[in-house]
């Protein structure tokens, strides 16, 4: 079993629309989630992150995470065709300083 | 915010021969960067992390004979992938964790480098 699992997609969805995307991860000892935001043959550029459980707003991105299912979404509102991307999950974990990263969802927007 | 320079963006070489990446934080301190390496629709697998001052850490499976990294300064690493063959086309990227955050455990990375071994 994957330290943590994404649904790679690809995922389409209408401008406008509401986007969820998701990671489950399997070590309790991550501390810290991530979403990374990746255009194509580009770097990750961070999102957002968050260390607790329940959910964390910024703008149109929310970003929830509940530890005891080991779970973590993003939420994306009034998505843009400039939101296409792939979005990583990434959890690190500080006992060894190790970021551990899904394997993305490619996400397209359509005008 | 913070900027992570990586050069070169695109090489192309032949097999056998041996590349150099650079990887420079360009306005904070990085005590600690990291190497990735991403194929074409998979996530970033860390290679290395690679102390100032100190040998890199390699992770399971990575030959540290043929992925030299070098951490000479508090501004950059520089990852040399030596006698290059076809298989080790890829998607390299670095991170430096700026050491006044690393509470926070924010990253920023590098642009990658795409290389191409013919």
């Known amino acids: 079993q994957k330290e943590v699992e994404q649904d790679p997609g690809p995922l389409s969805v209408p401008e406008g629309a509401i986007v969820s995307l998701n990671c489950t991860y399997s070590?309790?000892?991550?501390?810290?989630f991530m979403w990374y935001r990746q255009y194509s043959r580009k770097g990750p550029e961070l999102l957002m992150y968050?260390?607790?459980?329940g959910n964390k707003e910024d703008g149109r991105f929310t970003a929830q995470v509940d530890k005891s299912s080991k779970y973590i979404s993003l939420f994306i509102r009034d998505s843009q065709p400039s939101d296409s991307a792939t979005y990583l999950c990434?959890?690190?974990?500080?006992?060894?300083?190790?970021?551990?990263f899904g394997t993305g969802t490619r996400l397209t927007i359509i005008p | 915010g913070a900027v992570v320079s990586q050069h070169p963006s695109w090489v192309i070489c032949k097999s056998g021969t041996s590349v150099k990446i650079e990887c420079r934080s360009l306005?904070?301190?990085?005590?600690?960067m990291f190497w990735y390496r991403q194929f074409p629709k998979q996530s970033l697998m860390l290679m290395a992390t690679?102390?100032?001052?100190?040998?890199?850490?390699?992770e399971q499976g990575v030959e540290k004979d043929k992925f030299l990294i070098n951490h000479a300064s508090l501004t950059l690493s520089t990852l040399t992938v030596t006698s290059a063959h076809p298989e080790d086309s890829s998607f390299y990227i670095c991170?430096?964790?700026?050491?006044?955050?690393?509470?926070?455990?924010?990253?920023?990375f590098g642009e990658g480098s795409r290389l191409t071994v013919l």
């Open positions: 690679s102390n100032e001052g100190s040998k890199a850490t390699y």
């Open positions: 070590n309790s000892a991550f501390q810290y």
């Open positions: 991170s430096a964790r700026d050491g006044k955050l690393a509470d926070t455990g924010e990253l920023f």
């Open positions: 306005d904070f301190q990085a005590t600690t």
């Open positions: 968050t260390y607790s459980s």
């Open positions: 990434a959890i690190l974990n500080f006992g060894n300083e190790k970021l551990t």
